[in-house]
C-alpha cells in the first residue's frame, strides 16, 4: 500500500476535466512538504509533469495544473486530449519514509 | 543536455546482489544542490523511491531496504552505482535513476530505465 493514495483509475471525454487526487497524511503532504506529479506512458520512463505544488516544468502545457491543500493535493486536466492517456503519480516527501509516490492513477480518454 | 543511463544485469539468480550503474551526461554531482536518486518500478506497479545520494555523498535510503541498499557515486567518471544485495524474485522490475533538483525537490531528469529480472 502506498503512502500517498490515489485513484487506481479515472476516465473522461475528450474536451472535458478531469482530476486525480492525491491524499497524504500529516508525516507529508499535511506538515507541508510540496508534492510533484509525473506523467508515465507504457514502456516509458516517467516524465516531471507539475513540480512545487502547482509548478509545470518548460514545455508541458498549461491544459495541466496542480494544487495543495491540507494532505491532499490535485493533477487537474483541462481540455483532454487522446494523448493524454497514461499513468499519473504524484510525488512527495514523508518525515519517516523519506521520498514516497502514490500508487498511480490511469487515465483512459474515453 | 541532460541525460541519464542505467546500465547493468538484466537477469540475476536469488540471493545475488545487484549493481547498476547510472552514467550522467550534462551536469555533475559536484555540483551544489543536486542529487542522485533510485526509483523502481514492479511489472505493472506503482514507482517506489530506493536511495539517493547528494553533492556531499549524504545517502538516504528506503528503511525496508536500509539493510541492503548502498549507493556510492565516483565524480570523475560522472557516474552513480546502486549495489542491492540478497535478490529475490519480488525485487524484480525497471530501475531508474533520476537527477534531483534540491532547490525545488524534483526528479527533473529520468533514465531510461533498466529491467532486472531475478529468477532461478
Known amino acids: 500500500q502506498s503512502v500517498l493514495r490515489q485513484p487506481p483509475s479515472v476516465s473522461g471525454a475528450p474536451g472535458q476535466r478531469v482530476t486525480i487526487s492525491c491524499t497524504g497524511s500529516?508525516?507529508?503532504?499535511?506538515?507541508?512538504?510540496?508534492v510533484n506529479w509525473y506523467q508515465q506512458f507504457p514502456g516509458t520512463a516517467p516524465k516531471l509533469l507539475i513540480y512545487?505544488?502547482?509548478n509545470r516544468p518548460s514545455g508541458v502545457p498549461d491544459r495541466f495544473s496542480g494544487s495543495k491543500s491540507g494532505t491532499s493535493a490535485s493533477l487537474a486536466i483541462t481540455g483532454l486530449q487522446a494523448e493524454d492517456e497514461a499513468d499519473y503519480y504524484c510525488?512527495?516527501?514523508?518525515?519517516?519514509?523519506?521520498?514516497?509516490f502514490g500508487g498511480g492513477t490511469k487515465l483512459t480518454v474515453l | 543536455q541532460i541525460s541519464l543511463k542505467e546500465s547493468g544485469p538484466t537477469l540475476l539468480k536469488p540471493t545475488e546482489t545487484l549493481t547498476l550503474t547510472c552514467t550522467l551526461s550534462?551536469?555533475?554531482?559536484?555540483?551544489?544542490?543536486?542529487?542522485l536518486g533510485w526509483i523502481r518500478q514492479p511489472p505493472g506497479k506503482a514507482l517506489e523511491w530506493l536511495g539517493l545520494i547528494y553533492w556531499d555523498d549524504e545517502k538516504r535510503y528506503r528503511p525496508s531496504l536500509k539493510r541492503r541498499l548502498t549507493i556510492t557515486k565516483d565524480t570523475s567518471k560522472n557516474q552513480v552505482v546502486l549495489t542491492m544485495t540478497n535478490m529475490d524474485p519480488v525485487d524484480t522490475g525497471t530501475f531508474y535513476c533520476?537527477?534531483?533538483?534540491?532547490?525545488?525537490?524534483?526528479?527533473?531528469?529520468w533514465g531510461q530505465g533498466t529491467l532486472v529480472t531475478v529468477s532461478s
Open positions: 512545487d505544488n502547482n
Open positions: 533520476a537527477r534531483y533538483f534540491v532547490p525545488f525537490k524534483k526528479f527533473d531528469f
Open positions: 550534462g551536469f555533475s554531482l559536484s555540483t551544489n544542490e543536486v542529487g
Open positions: 510525488q512527495s516527501y514523508d518525515m519517516n519514509l523519506n521520498w514516497v
Open positions: 500529516s508525516s507529508n503532504i499535511g506538515t507541508g512538504y510540496d
